[in-house]
T-cell receptor, first 112, second 115 residues
Framework: DTTVKQNPRYKLARVGKPVNLICSQT?????MYWYQKKPNQAPKLLLF???????READTFEKFQSSRPNNSFCSLYIGSAGLEYSAMYLC???????????FGPGTRLLVL | GDSVTQTEGPVTVSESESLIINCTYS????????LFWYVRYPGEGLQLLLK?????QKGSSRGFEATYNKETTSFHLQKASVQESDSAVYYC????????????FGLGTRVSVFP
């Protein structure tokens, strides 16, 4: 089974409120990623967990947090949502050097 | 930083015609990146179409082919005869072959195949 699941599929949030997105995989992959996809833009890497080590991209360092309580789950946390956070958020997982990343269906976040 | 440039869509093609989506890359952080084509079919998530990790090699899947050309820094996707079911958004991407690194994607190319 190469399924990556994301919850919720759609999320409506208010400006200034926190947002928590969830991702899970059952492939025992050691690495989990979060990407942001906006219309007419390429998917952009936000951060990834290699095992228990979190790596955040420099330009999004302060905007997103994440946790990985166990191998299967990974969350993406926005402390105070702004309009600019409206986007599709893609979770992926992989195992191995340069290996294939398996993507979830995405969570569409709309901030109003 | 690394970047990927691909054919700007949308691309419209008739069934049984050939398709080519151009992809060129710039990898400043690594000499030999891994190269990927991902596809998103309507209503589905991103999925791997093919990948090539060795320069000069060709990858193929579902009738699609792409050759890793280090000299021209290109990884064009081709199919000789498309079907309506190939309608999708295609993304070219590169990955640094260091352990656990994210992908750099192109903007994606929307392809519509008409019967």
């Amino acid at each position: 089974d190469t399924t990556v699941k994301q919850n919720p599929r759609y999320k409506l949030a208010r400006v200034g409120k926190p947002v928590n997105l969830i991702c899970s995989q059952t492939m025992n992959h050691d690495t989990m990623y979060w990407y942001q996809k906006k219309p007419n833009q390429a998917p952009k890497l936000l951060l990834f967990y290699y095992d228990k080590i979190l790596n955040r991209e420099a330009d999004t360092f302060e905007k997103f947090q994440s946790s990985r309580p166990n191998n299967s789950f990974c969350s993406l946390y926005i402390g105070s949502a702004g309009l600019e956070y409206s986007a599709m958020y893609l979770c992926a997982s992989s195992s191995g050097r340069g290996d294939t990343q398996y993507f979830g269906p995405g969570t569409r976040l709309l901030v109003l | 930083g690394d970047s990927v440039t691909q054919t700007e869509g949308p691309v419209t093609v008739s069934e049984s015609e050939s398709l080519i989506i151009n992809c060129t890359y710039s990898a400043t952080s690594i000499a030999y990146p891994n190269l990927f084509w991902y596809v998103r079919y309507p209503g589905e998530g991103l999925q791997l179409l093919l990948k090539v990790i060795t320069a000069g090699q060709k990858g193929s899947s579902r009738g699609f082919e792409a050759t890793y050309n280090k000299e021209t820094t290109s990884f064009h996707l081709q199919k000789a005869s498309v079907q309506e079911s190939d309608s999708a958004v295609y993304y070219c991407a590169l990955g640094r072959n260091n352990y656990a690194q994210g992908l750099t994607f192109g903007l994606g190319t929307r392809v519509s195949v008409f019967p």
